[in-house]
């Protein structure tokens, strides 16, 4: 993998990002949005919009990049694209860990704009520090980005692409933590549980949430998630394949 490539590749990415206005709404107004309807759904319950608000903050990003990925990256392929560039020095992990940066500063720019309008516009209070739930957005939002490229390649058409996110998404926005505490679930849930990576991204959030410093656990969670990233698109590029007949 060429680092002068990658960065190309990131390049070439975000110009076209920028040019697809929908896309860059998606991204960046959805979240907040979203936040502001929870923020009316749990109008003078201010500890409980605190606690799910502080949560949806990493599974938006999850959700969006997975999506944005996934059809952009079918895209590339059934439109001939992918195997143009891959006639070049251009190698699938150059391609793959391209679209990785680029949408981790997509996903930079979304996670401050989400987060400053549930501090700053809908007082949405933590323990920790804001930062640190840019951060873990950030990450999260990574990892969708790794799981949209990996499912992409066994998609041929958006349908397709789309019909990938209650089958990987949803049932870890299920198993997270958020609607029932992991402890409580049936043992074989839990055990699931505790192997899908977004369940340690919430369970970074909710550290986030109860102290003021950054814990050993939110950091070990971290790592997790970030591993988890990096075997996905080691995954995406073993599978990933020029063209969609």
Known sequence: ??????????????????????????????????????????????????????????????????????????????????????????????????????FGLAAALQGAVATGAAYWLLGLQTTGNAGLVVLIAVVNAVLGVALGLFCSAFARTEFQAVQFLPVVVVPQILLCGLFVPREQMVGWLEGISNALPLTYAVEALVQVGISADATATMWRDLVIVAGATVIALVLAAATLRRRTP
């Open 1 to 102: 993998m060429s680092l002068h490539i990658t960065l190309a590749t990131a390049g070439r990415i975000l110009r076209q990002l920028r040019h697809d206005r929908r896309t860059v709404a998606l991204l960046l107004v959805v979240p907040a949005l979203l936040l502001t309807l929870l923020y009316f759904m749990y109008d003078g319950s201010g500890a409980t919009f605190d606690r799910i608000a502080l949560i949806m903050l990493g599974i938006f990003p999850f959700v969006i990049m997975f999506l944005v990925t996934s059809i952009a990256m079918l895209r590339e392929r059934t439109s001939g694209t992918l195997e143009r560039l891959l006639t070049t020095p251009l190698g699938k992990l150059d391609l793959l860990f391209g679209y990785g940066l680029a």
